[in-house]
Structures are given as C-alpha cells and as structure tokens.
C-alpha cells in the first residue's frame, strides 16, 4: 500500500509552544515521545486524516517540520551533522528573522535540509502538504525526488504574505472552500473539493457533556486581518447583554476600549477546546471575510472546520447563512444559521427560552456529524484523487 507522509502546520505556534515545555521539563525525552505527546493533544488537524488512512491499510507518518524544538530533537538523535550545523548556522538565521520577520523552518537551508533528510528517510509515496507550510518552487521540485506525488490542502485566504508561494507546483489541491476550488482552477491547478471533518476519537479523551452549563454561548476563535465582521458581531452580542465568553488570540488587534477587547480570554486548542465547547449551551461560528482583491466570495460557502468542531463536541452550533451549509446540516434541526448580527441574537433569545430545543438540536447535530462528516469518510472521498 502507499505511504504516505503529512506535514501539519504549525497553527498559532502551538507544537512550538508545547514541545518547549515538554523538553524543558525533561531534557532526555526523545523526539518520538514529545512527537506523540503533541499529536496526543488533538491540536486542529492533528493525526486525524493519517489515521482515516491509517484504517485502511496504508502506512502513514506525520513529520510538523516548522516546530523547532522538535525538529533539533530529531537532528541530535539522526544526523550530527545537521544537528552541528543547524547550530553553526544559528546566529545568521537569528539576524535575519529580524530583519525579515520569517522565523519558519522552509527559509533557512538547514530546516529544509532536515525535513528533506526525513522525507528520504520515510521514503513516502505521497507527501500531503497543510495550509501555511512555507515552500519556494525549488524545494517543491526538490521534494518530489523523493515521492510520487505533493498534496496541497488549503482552506484560508490566499497567502499574502507569501505572494511567491507555489500553488501551482503541487500535482493536487484539496479545499473544503468551493470558492477556492474555483479560484484555483481558474489558474489551471488541479483542485478537488473536499470537506472538513470530525475525529470522533476526541470523544474518548473529553469530559461528559452535562446539562448544567456553565454560560449560554461560546466563541473560540482569532482576531487577525479578514476577521473584522467576527469582531462586529461579537461586539453587538455583548453591547447587548448576551451571556457570552470569548477566547482567542489577536487581543492587540482590537479596539482597546471594545467589549470584546474586555472580554477576550486565553486561546484554547484541542482537548481543552473541545471540553469548553462542551460547557455551553450554544458556540457560535462567524466566516472569515477574507481579501476583497483576491476575487474571493467568504461570504457565499462555508468550509471553515469550526463547523464540525463545535457539532462533533455535542455543542449547539450558531454559524453564519451561507448556501452550503444545507448540504451539511439541515438548519433549524441540526445547526441554527443567522444572516446578521441582528437576526444572531434575535435567535439567540428565542433559543434561550426553550432548553430542550437547545438539546434536541445540538444532539442531532452532533449524529449528524459522526455519521457523514467523519476523517473515515473524507479518506475514501480523497482516495481516488491521491491513488490516482
């Protein structure tokens, strides 16, 4: 069976954060047990699609190639030369991370030299790429020396930051986003619509849900450029008394005199994400507006995994009026969808008034989602396009 090889993003530096504690607590820990203990923590992709593939008989390995820390690990353990010379090199990569402020694994040499040393270690069949993993067109082209075939899966806005980032260089796009299919294949890269998905194994590792709540609605999520209606709405939520708690990151990128500047607690990230949904009546998901100048349409699709997040913890979800959400959930009955901030907590009240239609729906939801929205699902979705 083919192998196959997934690079996780590093999401909000989460695997950096965590890996440095984990080796600063034990310095002899070696680079596969913090590798499990980080995957272990069910942090946004996660092995989740590796282990749907997993089931189906194909070997499969995770490599997160901008988390640092372990990176070295791996280095000290596997080659002593990249490991001297990503010290030699230290110095110089420290200068220019700030002056450029690029401080991820792909821009230097030596990070790239160490995933391309794993890459042939594993020898994969398929490498499957996750959004905002930076790579230049020649290390694309480098890496395919050693693999069959370079997945891209890229949900988010275009890449701005990144303008020379190679979209075009990988044999295959996946998007849950069908504005970006289209977008894509509008430049004549090969594209296919895939959609987000629940990892029902989240379930064994998270505190019983309860019908004692701790508040009435929830919002985990980021404040960063593209995000100014999430900020809106949230606003008028409170500005109108709802019962609402808010975690996420981006604090410096709100009006400090907002509520929602007041309000914001410390971001939360896989199981300790999933219990807090699991503590409110209802979580409430707001799309990304994305860049106007891409031509991009964030209002029209959803695709955002929130969605199946929220649903799969067994939590009410509130998500925004867009035309695909009803080939997802059925709204009233599965989902509650709102076309304004307004309407948002017009529903919200009526909501709060009938504890049982709460329940029913976020019960329904959450089947909804362990029957059709499953990694075991998407897997046989994306298998044709991969073997291909």
Known sequence: MPRILFLLEDYNYFYTRESSTLFEKDTGRNYESVLTSLIDQKHYQSDSMANAFKAMGHDTKIIIPECNPLQLKWTKENSRSLYFKWHFQK????????????FRTSYNSIHFDVLKAQ????????????????????????????????????????????????????DLIVTAAPQLK??????????????????SSILKNVEPLSETKKGDVVFIGSFTLGHN?????????????????????????????SLVASKIKSPLYGIKMYNEYRKYKMAVHIHTTGKENDGINWDKYAGAKRLFEITGSGTLLLTSEQENVKDLFEPGKEVVTYSSPQN???????LLQDK????????????RTLRDHSFKRRAEELSPYLFN
């Open 91 to 102: 110095p110089f990569r420290s200068y220019l991370s700030r002056i450029k402020k690029r």
């Open 119 to 170: 890459v042939k270690n594993y020898e994969p069949d398929i490498i499957y790429v996750y959004s905002n993993i930076f790579f230049t067109e020649r290390q694309i082209s480098e890496l395919k020396k050693y693999c069959k075939k370079i997945v891209l899966q890229w949900t988010c806005p275009i890449w701005h930051e990144q303008p020379d980032f190679p979209y075009g260089s990988f």
């Open 182 to 199: 289209e977008y894509f294949e509008n430049k004549k890269y090969n594209t296919v619509y895939i959609q987000q998905a629940f990892d």
């Open 229 to 257: 209606y999430r900020f809106d709405v949230l606003e008028y939520l409170l500005q109108n008394k709802i019962d609402l708690t808010i975690h996420g990151v981006g604090k410096e990128n709100l009006p400090p005199d």
């Open 344 to 350: 948002l907590l017009e529903k919200i009240n009526v």
């Open 356 to 367: 049982t239609g709460i329940r029913e729906i976020a019960k329904s939801g959450m089947e």
